[in-house]
């Protein structure tokens, strides 16, 4: 993908609106403070006579009372079902107690999700709508910056499996995304920092500029400064936009997105889910495989120093775990990109350009034994 | 939807090959003798490493070696798992295996999912296709005449809840299906008659024509004669495909597919899934709705003495256990169709002309009890 220029900004006190473009199946990403009170954000969704909130028990107190609230004016019964919090609750079982919410309390198929939460949250609540009678309409609340800049956009849903992370799931829409920054206030800064990967995941894939812009304002990122955040969030999501509207089943182009995920993915499943946060993990499978793009030659060896110094700056760990060379490359090989056992990644060829490509496993064996503790 | 006029029938010897016109998910039919052993009948599928055979402990020893040998010539790796048989395991477990078989076996995401077998398989097999790494190419080998009429064609999938049937699932389409008439020589007759359930709903739904024909037929139907099926199981999905075709997610036109459904659906929700075939509800569930399209005053008596002696001539039964009439009712309000807790019924307002309606409850109880025994 080429370099996307010109970012098209609105003034930060009031909400941007960014469309994913996917005709039928098109919708709004709303990006903003104060959007939970907003009466404007909850407008015209999809009529029901009955809501279910998916939340969590981290969540659930700080943020429910004011989305029932705001849904109190659309929907006549609004129900809830909080699970416990963390990425190792994205299984079977969690989304087995959704379904069951659904039909014990006799919601039907008009019925409309919101997904009040982080990554993992709006993937499980993402899949049930998408499974539930074979498709109910669904909203995305993120409430975590990793959530907000990435996982709550593109229609990706999934639960993970003991073999592989996100194994199982749909290409499902969201009808609208509702992203409140105020919510990124009560964010633990580890969380924060998570979310700082996937955004600066965006720079080398797909906007060198950005990638500037990201070195430049880290520390006020840091700070939460409202400005900051807002163009973070939204800069992220325009490009996330572009990619998926391009690519919407990830047939090719939506790859790109994956930068760092196929290290990422073998450091989540390896260690067990939630041990690492997806996005630390994320953030030291970035700086594998900008370490196996300088390898490969595809970049100099300064894009390796300069993407080691960013992400180390946010707070995420350089360094995998040591789960031994042979045990990384078998969990690659079951990633999704994989083809015939062998394994693809994607890299970056140059600044603001990514693509898919398979490596010897020699080298990718110098690569995790140079990036690991 | 108004009749369907006009059947373009093939000569009974060659395949016949019915389109599902559906953009990019557009797939063919076949239907014909010998197809499993025709080499034609195989080419051009999606290419991949890995090929999965899902079938059943009944199913398998009697047509896996020639499914096997057929496929051998396109797929390098072709694996096997063979469930249990009936529809008390369309469910989460099942649906397990197959994707612990997917991930053990380093199935990748470009694997071609084969279902031989009846409904239980093709819909477990379909679903599992549909959300394994968010979705791999799957092609029905129906070998029961259910299947090969209804449930392989239209893209409709999904396992059962304790809760209700079909309660969780998606829309996905196969990229062929291969319905080999041969198969059904080695069917149980009650397995037979449940099919004809399905085929005898056509007539009432969308063409008072074939309705006449199938009662001509019936005799020649029961004994297996190949141009009788030939010609019922093309006719069924011709109709079946006109009606996927205008409505694929069933927005409207396609719940009349469900003509008798929701009683069925009681039924084998209320005994316990497995008790009753899935076609012997529908066929009992039809009796019912004929007799509710009756009470209703839309189709004169003669219609439901028309049905009922047709039905019970397909060896099917006439009156459902005795559940108790509130016990129906609750059932029936989880039903997909239901809106808000009225229970909606695909009902018969002309012949040939089916739509969907609300009724009291009072009259639906009336028929209930005059129709169980």
Redesign the interface.
């Given at each position: 993908m080429n370099s996307v220029s010109s970012p098209q900004l609105a003034p930060a006190s009031s909400p941007s609106r960014i469309s994913i473009a996917l005709a039928e199946r098109s919708y709004e990403i709303l990006i903003g403070s104060g959007l939970l009170d907003s009466a404007d954000a909850w407008r015209d969704l999809p009529r029901a006579?009955c809501a279910l909130i998916v939340s969590n028990v981290t969540v659930a107190p700080l943020y429910l009372a004011r989305l029932q609230t705001a849904l109190s004016q659309h929907y006549r019964r609004i129900e809830v079902l909080n699970l416990p919090d963390g990425e190792a609750y994205k299984d079977?079982t969690s989304l087995?107690l959704i379904?069951?919410a659904l039909?014990?309390r006799?919601c039907?198929?008009?019925t409309v999700l919101f997904a009040l939460g982080g990554g993992v949250i709006g993937d499980m609540t993402g899949?049930a709508a998408?499974?539930?009678?074979?498709?109910v309409p669904f909203v995305q609340v993120p409430t975590t910056l990793l959530a907000q800049v990435d996982s709550s956009v593109g229609g990706?849903t999934?639960i993970n499996?003991p073999?592989?992370k996100?194994?199982?799931?749909?290409?499902y829409q969201p009808v609208r995304v509702i992203a409140d920054l105020d919510t990124l206030d009560t964010l633990p800064a580890r969380e924060l920092s998570a979310g700082l990967a996937e955004i600066i995941k965006y720079g080398p894939i797909a906007d060198a500029g950005f990638l500037g812009w990201i070195e430049q304002n880290l520390d006020a990122l840091l700070a939460r400064d409202k400005a900051a955040l807002a163009h973070a969030v939204q800069r992220s999501c325009e490009i996330k936009a572009l990619v998926v509207g391009q690519d919407e089943?990830?047939q090719g182009l939506r790859a790109i997105l994956n930068f760092g995920h196929t290290f990422g993915h073998a450091i989540e499943a390896g260690l067990g889910y939630g041990e690492w946060l997806h996005g630390e993990a994320v953030g030291c499978g970035m700086v594998m495989a900008s370490d196996l793009s300088v390898r490969l030659g595809l970049m100099p060896a300064e894009f390796l120093t300069r993407m080691r110094r960013l992400i180390g700056r946010a707070g995420l760990p350089l360094l995998g775990p040591r789960l031994g060379v042979q045990r990384y490359l078998e969990l690659m090989?079951?990633d999704?990109k994989?083809?015939?056992?062998e394994i693809r990644f994607v890299l970056i060829d140059a600044l603001g350009h990514a693509s898919m490509r398979a490596a010897p496993d020699a080298l990718v064996a110098e690569v995790i034994a140079a990036n690991c503790a």
């Open positions: 006579d079977w087995n379904i069951d039909l014990s006799g039907d198929r008009k899949f998408a499974v539930y009678m074979r498709g990706k999934a499996h073999l592989g996100n194994m199982v799931g749909a290409f089943r990830e090989r079951v999704k994989a083809e015939g056992g």
